[in-house]
């Protein structure tokens, strides 16, 4: 409900019911413009941002956003249009979209792609829909999907939200998947192998094409999350290893913003075959014009408002064009060398468990730690004390009390050096003294949270009890 006019004031309690009301604050305190200004500013200082540190999340990847995307996005050509207007007044949005579909499909062997997806397990669930689509026009609508152990945690969730029995995988010594396991898995219902390549312990698929020849021969596709495809660009494409669908997270891998809810993007890419199923519309390129083809009969339907994240479009087309080909893999080999070189800067003093050259990430555990009765936790908070933003902890589950480390490429070599420097430290502090990180973090204005029931038992709104 809207007042007649901007003079009317609203009454909120027609709009809202009694019950989100909040009640009268008593007592609220009457303060000047410079304290208003400081306590909000004191407020902005307590967040941790990628522009002020580190931030070492494995599978994350919270690499540092360049400017210059920031700058791109906000050209009124840009922020002025809508998605209403004609097509030929909207030239310039559809060129950008069509160029980064190409791209894209160059970037990883899958020359179809679909922009809309606005996250990755967006992209994962549009890609399951059109692996049901295709098997289904094969007459063969199976009903299983195989992960592995090491796969992202929204792969399982996503199947079987499109409907498919998970069936586990699990990885062999070396952390990867083997073809003899997939060939005693692979039956006539298996429809899809979902995996993550490289996978959550930072290691590359080294069975790759021989598992991809396994799932084809007995009729299923592969599914590859491209979620780690910072490790790949400009070195492999996944279209070459037999990979089918492949979703791409723009928000990681090409450097838009990442975090607080969105807006992402996850881009979808296919073969010739998974082509027709892809959702419409798709920008188009007809002599020298560009449009949106909406008439595709075999589609899996619009699965986003619009045309998606149009703005995260822009950031991504613009990270993508001021690199070039040899930046995108400059950007893969820097961020394969920062891992390792973390790994070797830590391995006398932390446990490494699969002891080999990872890719993007690198996954430490507490073993040496825990005969002090230190745990992974203790050494994420006491990290904190030290000014870095922790890790991801306790993931992927195959590894106990797992350290997941992803420095990205943009993290120079003295921040690097810094953050192994805290971590050395850590290490000894746990033999030396295991108390102060059973204390952590201590630098803090809140210590340590009981984040399992803030998780479950949310307080969304107002009260005076707090």
Not at 15 to 32: A, L, N, T
Not at 179 to 201: H, K, S
Not at 413 to 432: K, S
């Amino acid at each position: 409900m809207l007042p007649p006019s901007g003079l009317d004031r609203i009454d909120a309690t027609n709009i809202f019911p009694q019950d989100f009301m909040r009640g009268e604050i008593e007592d609220i305190p009457q303060v000047s413009e410079v304290e208003v200004v400081r306590h909000f500013t004191r407020l902005s200082r307590l967040n941790y941002s990628v522009d002020g540190g580190f931030y070492p999340l494995g599978s994350c990847t919270m690499k540092y956003n360049p400017k210059v995307n920031e700058e791109a996005a906000k050209l009124s050509g840009f922020t002025s249009s809508h998605p209403y207007q004609p097509q030929e007044l909207s030239q310039g949005n559809l060129q950008l979209m069509y160029e980064l579909q190409e791209m894209l499909g160059e970037i990883s062997g899958l020359p179809y792609v679909t922009l809309q997806p606005a996250a990755g397990a967006h992209g994962e669930m549009a890609g399951m829909m059109m692996i049901r689509a295709c098997h289904e026009a094969r007459g063969n609508a199976r009903s299983k999907v195989l992960i592995p152990d090491t796969a992202h945690g929204t792969n399982p969730a996503t199947s079987a939200l499109c409907g498919y029995h998970v069936i586990p995988v699990k990885s062999n010594e070396r952390g990867v998947i083997d073809a003899g396991e997939i060939e005693r898995l692979m039956d006539e219902e298996v429809a899809a192998l979902m995996l993550t390549n490289p996978n959550t312990l930072g290691l590359f698929e080294e069975n790759i094409l021989e598992v991809a020849n396994v799932v084809h021969n007995k009729g299923g596709l592969i599914y590859c999350d491209g979620a780690n495809m910072n490790a790949l660009m400009g070195i492999a494409r996944p279209g070459d290893m037999g990979v089918d669908v492949l979703h791409i997270n723009l928000h990681k891998t090409f450097s838009t913003p990442h975090g607080g809810g969105g807006p992402g993007s996850g881009p979808v890419c296919v073969t010739e075959e998974l082509a027709p199923y892809l959702p419409f519309p798709l920008a188009e390129e007809k002599e020298g014009l560009y449009n949106l083809n909406h008439n595709r009969p075999d589609s899996i339907g619009k699965i986003k408002s619009f045309y998606g994240n149009f703005g995260i479009l822009v950031r991504a087309y613009a990270y993508i064009k001021s690199m070039g080909g040899e930046g995108l893999e400059r950007v893969s080999k820097t961020a394969l060398v920062n891992a390792n070189y973390i790994k070797e800067r830590l391995r006398h003093h932390f446990d490494i468990p699969y002891d080999r050259p990872c890719m993007h990430e690198c996954v430490l555990s507490d073993k040496k730690q825990t005969p002090y009765s230190v745990k992974t936790l203790d050494i994420a908070k006491r990290l904190i004390d030290y000014g870095f933003h922790p890790p991801t902890i306790y993931f992927p589950l195959v590894v106990q009390g797992a350290i997941m480390i992803e420095p990205t490429e943009t993290e120079p070599r003295r921040a690097i050096d810094n953050f192994c420097d805290a971590m050395i430290g850590i290490a000894n502090e746990a033999r030396e003294n295991p108390e102060i990180l059973k204390m952590a973090p201590q630098n803090v204005n809140f210590r340590r949270l009981d984040e399992v029931k803030a998780a479950r038992s949310p307080k969304l709104r107002w009260s005076k009890e707090g």
